[in-house]
């Protein structure tokens, strides 16, 4: 008999019919006549309830079936007579493939805090709450796919190990081969890289961008669905060392079309969710966060606020607020003003514009004032940023003046710099972080508990 996964078995039973179902026990309970046992398999975050006679079964084998044990049921479909399932099956037979010490199971039927959990990684995936949030991180990782291939875009591989550094930032994971105990240095006391893996200093790429554009001006729009990499000490419910970064980049769209494409992108995954995912939206809407199902429908329902930075500076320094990040035009938002903005202000999702070239990446394509880019943030509540683009800088003598002023290595980025010397075009691009968007929709807190196995300082475990 082929075996069939829960999830199917419960969208059509097939009443009177044999099947073979397998995965892992929830919860055992009943008497001396009678076992319930309470069975998934992950497919779906519903059971299938076992009824053993215990008199058709071994007694040894009966007392080995405990939580967190796994099986291979087979049985008769039947309708259930008991509350809380509509089909239940008969067991025949039971094969116990792994049994589970009871007493040292770590994961009992009472709650666990997240954080003990996280401790666990190698099981959490088995409690309801990860269950859900892990088949809602692929279905969106899914829906990513399905809404640029119909719409004509690319999945361009950009590469994980690089030479660049698009954000110009100094928090890189460096990649070598050499004897950490033994680095070669050249006369002038800097590092020899002539004999490391690459030649020359190589890094995790913290963003797939660069090599996104060089795409884009080829394929005309592309993305990239990666991990990136980022060794910032920022130990935040919103920060990740290693997070996934979805990043498409279109030729000949300026940053309106860009903005445009984020917002209709960004309630595409919303609404997939809600028509995909909808058992464990509503677990999770029980469970985690009694507001969930209303927030996501309300992003829906609501166009997103565009506005400069300047206007938003504005905003934040008449609110009268006190900040524990004192703000003036200039510096860059912390995520307690860009929430102000957003859950009190506006209530709605916020997309600014129009940044200080200063607290901006050196690509970004450069406004006639001389002081701002034609970046864009989309904010969104409960987060602050989940999106950050611009339109670049498609100007040859502008792009290399900029990276001149801020002493990047020219010379490093004459790839970069030739596609705007070759058939240059208008474009733009943004980066969705995917983790802080799993976050938002399935309204769990905190990101190390969006993804299977989270990279944080100090922290480096599975
Ligand atoms: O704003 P960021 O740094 O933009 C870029 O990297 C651009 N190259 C994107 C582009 O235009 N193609 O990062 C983009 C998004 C942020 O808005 C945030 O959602 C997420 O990536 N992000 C992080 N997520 C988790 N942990 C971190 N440490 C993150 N840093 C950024
Ligand atoms: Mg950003």
């Not at 019919?17 to 998934?40: H, M, Q, Y």
């Not at 006391?189 to 020359?200: A, I, L, Q, T």
Request: aromatic share 12%; net charge negative.
């Amino acid at each position: 008999m082929k075996r069939i996964k829960i999830k199917e078995l419960l969208a059509s039973p097939e009443i009177e019919s044999d099947v073979l179902v397998k995965g892992w026990v929830r919860t055992k309970r009943g008497n001396k006549n009678i076992a319930f046992i309470a069975l998934n398999d992950g497919s779906t975050i519903n059971n299938i309830q076992v009824v053993a006679d215990t008199a058709k079964f071994d007694e040894n084998l009966l007392k080995d079936i405990t939580t967190g044990s796994c099986l291979s049921v087979s049985g008769k479909l039947i309708e259930s007579q008991g509350q809380g399932q509509n089909i239940e099956i008969h067991a025949e037979s039971i094969e116990l493939y792994g049994k589970s010490d009871a007493e040292t199971y770590p994961l009992q039927k009472k709650g666990h805090s997240m954080e003990f959990l996280r401790e666990i990684a190698h099981l959490r995936p088995r409690t309801n709450t990860f269950g859900a949030v892990f088949r809602i991180r692929h279905a969106i990782a899914f829906a990513i796919h399905k809404y640029f291939n119909d719409k004509g875009f690319f999945y361009l591989h950009t590469p994980i190990i690089t030479g660049s550094n698009a954000e110009g930032a100094g928090e890189l994971f460096h990649v070598t081969t050499m004897d950490l105990a033994n680095i070669p240095h050249n006369k002038d006391g800097s590092v020899d890289f002539n004999n490391d893996f690459f030649g020359k200093p190589a890094n995790l790429t913290v963003s797939g961008q660069l090599e996104g554009e060089l795409g884009a001006l080829a394929l005309s729009d592309i993305y990239t669905f990666g991990p990136t990499f980022r060794a910032e000490n920022s130990n935040t419910p919103r920060h990740l060392a290693e997070f996934w970064m979805v990043e498409p980049e279109m030729a000949f769209y300026d940053n309106n079309d860009n903005m445009d494409l984020a917002e209709d992108f960004v309630k595409y995954l919303i609404r997939y969710a809600l028509e995909n995912c909808k058992d464990d939206l509503d677990f999770l809407n029980s469970i985690i966060d009694k507001g969930l199902l209303e927030r996501l429908n309300f992003v829906l329902g609501n166009e997103f606020i565009r506005m400069t930075y300047t206007d938003a500076i504005k905003i934040l320094i008449d609110s009268g607020k006190k900040w524990e990040y004192p703000i003036s035009w200039g510096k860059d938002l912390q995520a307690e003003h860009e929430r102000y903005l957003v859950e009190e202000h506006f209530k709605k999702p916020v997309i600014l514009t129009d940044y200080p070239k200063d607290i901006k990446a050196f690509y970004m394509k450069q406004n006639d004032d001389g002081k701002t880019v034609r970046a864009m943030d989309v904010l969104f509540p409960g987060i602050g940023e989940i999106i950050g683009g611009s339109q670049r800088e498609e100007n040859y003598d502008a792009l290399l003046s900029r990276i001149k002023e801020l002493n990047l290595p020219e010379k490093d980025l004459w790839w970069y710099l030739e596609t705007r010397k070759f058939g240059t075009a208008p474009h733009s691009g943004f980066g969705l972080g995917f983790e802080r968007m799993i976050i938002f929709i399935t309204g769990i807190p905190n990101i190390r508990d969006v993804i299977p196995f989270p990279r944080t300082p100090k922290n480096a475990e599975f």
